[in-house]
């Protein structure tokens, strides 16, 4: 059976010509007029870049290559004894758009595992950074110093021809997505004292290592949450924030590394990955205020102020998405599975009771219902694991799958260097002057 690398090398030859053809069919065809209010709004809606692990629907939610995560869940190879899918099989599907074997699947844990050591430098950057660094701060100057090593960098030095470009890039990202657990553990550790860092056991998967670097490697239930989480944070398409950053900075030539660093710096902001920070944090203070079997009436005051306060509920809304987020009811069914009795999963549920009907009612945010962030630290608190800080430093590992993922195939095929047009506002009134 072919690994990861053999099988690419036989599929972007053909995917160079795949591309060709499309160019050469559809190449001058356009569609969809710009809107003014694009340029001003976030550029909502505006086609602009070609991502091919997967794709989101407003409707539907996410599918990677063309696969609802319901599928991903029943196809993907798991652990002997496990329900969830290994992430690793999602990256190959990320990849390939195939569903690998168990054995491939396997071979891919080894290959992680094998890699996962991080320098020793980037060790010392950590253990001197203080605990009050937010963890995002810190994950992002690891895998940003990482780019010591980068096999693509050292390439591109050695005059390597763009023709190759994607193996040193493949191999950049394979160490990326390999040593992200020793970092995270690390910046867990040290930020919030949990003794020493186990060494990666050889014969286990990702998501096992990461769980015991961060010190849950006994618990076969967080286990299992780690594979789902990272199975489903791992990609949105290519425009949200940290995926377009990756894709963005890499369109330089900025080795993965590089790139990567730069998604988690998007990553990090309250709007994006950080949510899932902001909803604990939230819904702590939300029990402090109004305490625990709360009625539903103290509930809807709670979420109007924070409204009335200027601030938006987190976990709830989506730029694309127009329905309860199928990443939030895949972890909606995971607690139902596994603790159904939680006290906050039940203040969870709660939430999404009350919360769409306020927010149609506030009547600003196009869509009422919850997204990923809404559910993720409820789990994760359940395990023990309660530290809201370092959620968002989870998100970042899995969404590595998906920029990585899309950074080889960018190179594979040759991508240029992004580059859209700006324009002020004064040139738009001169565009528009006598129309
Ligand atoms: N609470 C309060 N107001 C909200 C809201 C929410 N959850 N969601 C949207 N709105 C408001 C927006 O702030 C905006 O207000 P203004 O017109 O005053 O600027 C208005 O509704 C329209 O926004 P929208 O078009 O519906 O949403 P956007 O595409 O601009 O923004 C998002 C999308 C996610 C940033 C927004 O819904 C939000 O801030 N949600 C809360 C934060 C969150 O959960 N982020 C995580 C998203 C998933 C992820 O990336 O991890």
């Given amino acids: ?13 053909a995917e ?6 499309i160019r050469a069919e559809h190449g001058k065809k356009t569609f969809g007029p710009v809107a003014v209010d694009q340029l001003y709004g976030g550029m909502r809606g505006l086609p602009a870049l070609i991502w091919d692990g997967s794709v989101l629907d407003a409707e539907e939610g996410i599918r990677f290559r063309g696969k609802s995560i319901p599928e991903c869940q029943h196809l993907l190879p798991k652990a002997p004894g496990g329900s969830e899918p ?12 195939e569903i690998p074997t168990q054995q491939q699947v396997e071979e891919l844990s080894k290959d992680w595992a094998a890699r996962a050591a991080i320098p020793e430098f980037v060790e010392e950057i950590l253990d001197r950074c203080p605990p009050t660094l937010h963890p995002m701060s810190q994950f992002s100057l690891a895998v940003t110093a990482l780019n010591h090593d980068s096999a693509f960098a050292k390439a591109y030095q050695d005059g390597i021809s763009k023709k190759e470009y994607w193996s040193p ?3 950049d990202c394979m160490d990326l997505i390999a040593k992200l657990p020793n970092i995270a553990g ?13 060494a990666i056991d050889q014969a286990k998967d990702y998501s096992h290592n ?8 006994d618990n076969e239930a967080f286990v299992e949450l780690l594979r789902l989480y990272i199975t489903i944070h791992s990609d949105h398409e290519g425009g949200n924030v940290s995926a377009h950053t990756g894709k963005l900075v890499g369109s330089a030539l900025s080795d993965p590394f590089l790139a990567f660093g730069a998604s988690l710096n998007g990553l990090a902001g309250p709007l994006h990955g950080l949510a899932n920070q902001e909803v604990l944090i939230w819904l702590r203070k939300m029990q402090d205020k109004i305490g625990e079997n709360a009625s539903d009436e103290a509930v809807k005051d709670y979420v109007w102020s924070t409204l009335k306060g200027g601030q938006v509920v987190p976990g709830y ?5 127009r329905k309860t987020d199928p990443r939030y009811t ?14 906050l999963f039940k203040l969870v549920g709660q939430i999404y009771n009350v919360v769409p009907d306020i927010l149609l009612q506030a009547g600003k945010a196009k869509n009422p219902w919850p997204n990923v962030d809404a559910h993720s630290g409820v789990l994760l608190t359940h395990y023990g694991l309660t530290q809201m800080q370092f959620y968002t430093v989870l998100f970042g590992v899995s969404r590595a799958f998906g920029v990585a993922a899309q950074l080889i195939w960018d190179r594979g095929l040759g991508a240029p260097l992004e580059r859209p047009k700006s324009y002020s506002s004064s040139a738009i009134e001169m565009m528009f002057k006598d129309k």
């Fill in 16 to 21: 160079i010509e795949n591309v060709k053809r």
């Fill in 86 to 97: 290994l992430p690793e099989g999602l990256f190959w599907l990320l990849v390939t758009g």
């Fill in 169 to 171: 890039t493949f191999e």
């Fill in 186 to 198: 690390r910046i867990y550790r040290n930020v919030f004292g949990q003794g020493k860092l186990p």
């Fill in 330 to 343: 895949a972890q909606r069914e995971f607690a139902m599975k596994h603790l159904p009795d939680d006290p």
């Fill in 317 to 321: 809304g989506h730029a694309v998405l």
């Fill in 210 to 217: 990461l769980a015991a670097l961060l010190g849950f490697g």
């Fill in 1 to 13: 059976q072919p690994t990861l690398k053999e099988r690419l090398s036989e599929l972007i030859p």
